[in-house]
């Protein structure tokens, strides 16, 4: 059973507990006596949906875990570790979920990353299954983007999800499948974070008629707690789990997502999507405090985590205070930030269409050259990796067999990053371990909320196209065939030869410094991981001195912050801005799980 638990200590002396989280763990402490199978909601459920189990954004087990966006989505997991799954069976079933009960933050017409631990044989894998340009874009008329359905790239969710079922799962698809149909086809209640999101959106959600009856009944916003029912999403489902990616990527549902987004002039065809297929990668590694971190390799930031844990591992944090109180923590933690959002900014793009200096990036000798000084500069430039790029592995990260050096040469592009690049909340993460000790960091997404607002066979269509950089210099400029720049980070931190960390968050351009600052409250701090995520978060910029903070840093240290050059805008805490970390510890031979409480996730586990 999972022990929910309110948290303590350090984070006390920051900020009282918000309502939410009160509420949240009352409700958790409330169910903790009750069997998982009659924690259920007093109203009466439809029959065949997944009952709400033991409440909890923080929770203990001993053999499995499942972290993600939803409750019901990570109770999807957890059905697939307790029916003898592994670890990618749970994260599948999770990930088909939330397409379900969350839409507009992922699903089968979106994209994603998988970063796999084996344990059996201590391997890392990576695929990435993010959307694609389709073959026929043409990048001088793509760039005027007024009609959604031009936003629209070749998606790669169920191909992805179900190459790595077949790669490494253990159950059958139908089992990993059943209860996305199971939600889509009996429905749920609407969550908060839903029915906010559709009030927001109510123009995206009026481009089909179909959606407006769906998600505005009566020219209204569903509300909390009101069903919501997806048949069209529930038959689609059906087809993948009967035909596999066949069902999605041919047949009727390709015929009717080209039938969707032709007439607005995006030259997807029949066969871009057939044709669509993952790519295996290897992940990007380095250290941070004796342990080994693994993340994504590009066309996804991973190299940003890595780079940044390098530069703050040579600084010693936990003797200087905490970075919410001690000027000095502070300015290491936000100068090391800085130049990893630069070099972000200069070089990620996809590795297929322009060479990307993901070895030199990570090269410890790298970071140490890049470590930011005593000053606050106006801006930060990007540095130059490729002198580091043919540097072979750490001895640490050999074993692993990281990225490989990229073939080629390209210069730092230094312009600013494009309009809206770090706005928004969207996208979804889930963490998983199961009993083996293997490990999957999964982050999938629609682009922005409900992705272009296409609507086809039940479910939205991204916006990948959006993500482009209209400029030809730029590593990300839109070409055909092309995956857009993401910055999404799925991570996993190995010590001893076995998972200490799984860790990921949504968040756009504030993932990775969300990733980072949760990676160092445990592991420099060590903090428990719900602790580290109740932590007030910063996300600064390499263009400018401002920094956007939560409120919880101390009054005493932003007046000094301002003494050295920054420029602080404090917003509220536990802003949805600033991520939705979903992270799970191993510690003292038990799994640690904690779903940021900025978001409606949940832990469970076993």
């Known amino acids: 059973m999972i022990q929910a638990h309110l948290g303590s200590q350090p984070y006390r002396r920051f900020r009282a507990v918000s309502p939410l989280i009160l509420a949240l763990t009352l409700a958790a402490l409330a169910c903790q006596s009750m069997p998982l199978e009659r924690a259920a909601a007093t109203a009466p459920e439809p029959s065949g949906v997944l009952t709400t189990g033991t409440l ?54 979106g994209s994603g ?3 796999i631990w084996r344990q059996a044989d201590r391997r890392t894998e990576y695929l990435d299954f993010y959307a694609r340009a389709p ?16 936003l629209v790239a070749v998606p790669g969710a169920v191909k992805g999800l179900l190459a790595a079922h077949d790669s490494f799962g253990r159950l059958e698809t ?4 059943a209860p996305a149909i199971r939600l889509a086809e009996d429905g749920f209640r609407v969550s908060s974070l839903l029915a906010r999101t559709v009030a927001a959106d109510s123009a995206k959600l009026m481009l089909s008629a179909r959606v407006q009856e769906l998600f505005w009944p009566d020219m209204r916003p569903l509300g909390a707690g009101e069903w919501l029912v997806q048949p069209e999403l529930a038959v689609t489902l059906r087809r993948i789990a009967g035909l596999g990616a066949a069902g999605f990527h041919e047949g009727p549902v390709a015929e009717e997502i080209i039938r969707v987004v032709r007439p607005g002039g995006n030259p997807m065809t029949m066969t871009d999507l057939a044709e669509f297929e993952p790519t295996w990668r290897r992940p990007v590694c380095g250290t941070f405090r004796g342990t080994t971190v693994l993340s994504a390799p590009p066309p996804q930031a991973g190299f940003q985590v890595v780079q940044t844990l390098h530069m703050l591992d ?42 990307v200096p993901a070895v030199g990036l990570t090269a410890p000798a790298y970071a140490n050259a890049r470590r930011p000084g005593a000053e606050v500069r106006a801006r930060i430039e990007p540095g130059d990796p490729w002198d580091n790029e043919l540097a072979g592995p750490t001895p640490n990260c050999a074993p692993f067999q990281p990225v490989e050096p990229a073939s080629g040469h390209s210069a730092a592009w230094g312009a600013p990053p494009p309009a809206g690049e770090d706005e928004g909340g969207e996208t979804t993460h889930l963490s998983v371990v199961d009993s083996e000790g293997n490990a999957v960091s999964l982050t999938f997404t629609q682009g922005a909320y409900f992705g272009s607002g296409m609507w086809a ?41 076995r998972v200490r960390l799984v860790v990921g968050s949504p968040g756009g351009g504030r993932i990775p410094p969300a990733v980072i600052q949760a990676i160092v409250y445990v592991v420099e701090y060590g903090l428990d991981p719900f602790e580290a995520l109740r932590m007030p ?54 799994w640690i799980g904690a779903a940021d409480p900025r978001r409606d996730g949940q832990v469970r586990g076993y």
């Open 537 to 590: 978060r910063v996300q600064p910029q390499f263009s400018t001195p401002v920094l956007e903070l939560e409120q919880g840093f101390a009054g005493a240290l932003l007046g000094e912050a301002r003494d050295m050059g920054y420029e602080p805008a404090v917003l509220p805490p536990l802003s949805l801005y600033f991520g939705g970390v979903h992270m799970i510890e191993r510690r003292g031979g038990r």
């Open 113 to 115: 990353g998988m970063l």
């Open 135 to 150: 073959a026929g874009t043409d990048p001088e008329t793509a760039a005027v983007r007024a009609d959604p359905a031009r």
């Open 457 to 497: 066979a039940g479910t939205f269509l991204n916006n990948a196209m959006a993500i482009f950089s209209s400029d030809p210099e730029s590593p990300n400029a839109l070409r055909p065939g092309a995956r857009p720049a993401s910055t999404t980070t799925p991570t996993i931190i190995i010590e001893e030869d």
């Open 56 to 109: 909890g954004q923080r929770g203990e087990a001993e053999h499995g875990m499942v972290v993600s966006a939803h409750p019901l989505a990570s109770e999807a997991g957890l059905e697939m570790l307790r029916r003898g799954g592994n670890a990618v069976d749970a994260a599948v079933a999770a990930a088909f979920a939330v397409g379900v009960v969350e839409p507009m933050m992922g699903g089968i017409g």
């Open 314 to 355: 040579a600084a010693p944090l936990a003797a200087l205070g905490w970075p919410t109180a001690s000027p000095a923590a502070f300015h290491a933690l936000i100068g090391a930030l800085r130049v990893g959002i630069a070099d972000r900014q200069a070089y990620l793009g996809d590795p297929g269409a322009t060479p």
């Open 174 to 177: 139908g089992e990993v499948i």
